[in-house]
């Protein structure tokens, strides 16, 4: 017999950097037994705070980017927050997935992934964004300043940074 695996139930079966709680309640296995958690929650508060004064009329209908996305916790907190449009960006085929899987348990269908490296992303005709995020990437890379320059060729609106 062949069973299908739900998508909660395949996010449960895998540890996550951040701490995801599913529609049903249940908190995401952790890779860090949970330690970092208040960072992460830390972190969203002052996107959310930024945003709030960037879009004070709100962000209905509003397109996102989140460079080098990992495992979506921005593109999550964006989705949230209420833009129409998420855009996840990442390198890694396995964080483009981790990604794509945590939107769908999270049933954020706004959310959608592309695996592309930064210095690549413009080529993709995805347009300019209202918003976005180049967060922890810069310390990862030879080029930063390109990354700087691909974020802001993106970005219509705001464009938060942020890095070690």
């Known amino acids: 017999m062949n069973q ?7 996010a449960m079966a895998r540890q996550w950097f951040y701490p995801y709680r599913l529609p049903d309640g ?11 958690d208040a960072i992460h929650h830390t972190r969203s508060a002052l996107l959310a705070r930024a945003l709030r004064r960037h879009f004070p009329q ?3 209908g509003l397109r996102a980017l989140d ?14 927050y209420g833009f129409a449009e998420v855009v996840g960006v990442d390198a890694r085929p396995e964080h483009v997935a981790d990604t794509a899987l945590i ?6 269908p706004q959310i959608r992934t592309v695996q592309s490296d930064v210095h690549a992303v413009t080529g993709l005709g995805l347009g300019e964004f209202d918003v976005v ?5 810069i310390y990862h890379l030879e080029n930063p300043v390109g ?5 802001r060729a993106m970005c219509r609106g705001m464009a938060a940074v942020e890095t070690q």
């Not at 299908?4 to 395949?10: E, F, G, M, N, W």
């Open 103 to 108: 939107a769908q348990a999270l049933e954020l």
């Open 133 to 137: 995020l180049n967060f922890g990437l």
């Open 67 to 80: 460079l080098a996305c990992h495992q979506g916790w921005f593109s999550v907190q964006l989705a949230r």
């Open 26 to 36: 249940r908190t995401v296995p952790s890779t860090h037994a949970h330690k970092l």
């Open 58 to 60: 709100g962000v209905a």
């Open 147 to 151: 990354a700087l320059r691909v974020t």
């Open 4 to 10: 299908t695996v739900s998508i909660p139930d395949a």
